[in-house]
Antibody, heavy 119, light 107 residues
Framework: QLQLQESGPGLVKPSETLSLTCIVS??????????WGWLRQPPGKGLEWIGS???????YYNPSLKSRVTISADMSNRQLSLKLTSVTAADSAVYFC???????????WGQGILVTVSS | DIQMTQSPSSVSASVGDRVTITCRAS??????LVWFQQIPGKAPQSLIY???TLQSGVPSRFSGSGSGTDFTLTISSLQPEDFATYYC?????????FGGGTKVEMK
């Protein structure tokens, strides 16, 4: 069974770049149509999809973040990465990585990592 | 973008109650809808995908219905472990979007 674990700095300064890694362990990624995703949740608020990286190498980004986001994957090393540039306090959130098969829900998710943007 | 509107935003209920949460999409999404449950401090867990298919391991007291723009999540008999926040999410088209959430609280 796949397990996902986010890692990275818990504190980022305004205007800098937030960089997170998601380590994938256990189980089989699958040979079909699958997607990796990054999502976030500001404290006390709802969920927001940031973007996805597909089995074919295609990336999909939320238009609200597209100019600042880069998602990449290195499945030979079972790692997914997220970079978000020019961060502000509004980017403070718990960031999750997740996996889904096409036509299915995001499952599993990582436990999430709290990132605070503050000087 | 497809807007997902959940109602109510919160509901107070007792153990054994039947609870119904609705989710409306701003345009048709066929049956490309997921329901998640989130307990504070934890990652969301999927309950139902394709609008009405129960995720493996999810108790049968959870059920989903709907297609097009209107969807429903029903908990037939609320259990203590069901007090949580529930989200719908559409995966008909990008960007993937979530409803605002429904918090199920103890009465």
């Amino acid at each position: 069974q796949l397990q996902l674990q986010e890692s990275g700095p818990g504190l980022v300064k305004p205007s800098e770049t937030l960089s997170l890694t998601c380590i994938v362990s256990g189980g089989s990624i699958g040979s079909g149509s699958y997607y990796w995703g990054w999502l976030r949740q500001p404290p006390g608020k709802g969920l927001e999809w940031i973007g996805s990286f597909s089995y074919s190498g295609t990336t999909y980004y939320n238009p609200s973040l597209k100019s600042r986001v880069t998602i990449s994957a290195d499945m030979s090393n079972r790692q997914l990465s997220l970079k978000l540039t020019s961060v502000t306090a509004a980017d403070s959130a718990v960031y999750f990585c997740a996996y889904r098969l096409r036509f299915f829900a995001f499952d599993p998710w990582g436990q999430g990592i709290l990132v605070t943007v503050s000087s | 973008d497809i807007q997902m509107t959940q109602s109510p935003s919160s509901v107070s209920a007792s153990v054994g109650d039947r609870v119904t949460i609705t989710c409306r999409a701003s345009q048709g999404i066929s049956e490309y809808l997921v329901w998640f449950q989130q307990i504070p401090g934890k990652a969301p867990q999927s309950l139902i995908y394709a609008a009405s298919t129960l995720q493996s391991g999810v108790p049968s007291r959870f059920s989903g219905s709907g297609s097009g723009t209107d969807f429903t999540l029903t908990i037939s008999s609320l259990q203590p472990e069901d007090f949580a926040t529930y989200y719908c999410q559409q995966y008909n088209s990008y960007p993937l979007t979530f409803g605002g959430g429904t918090k199920v609280e103890m009465k």
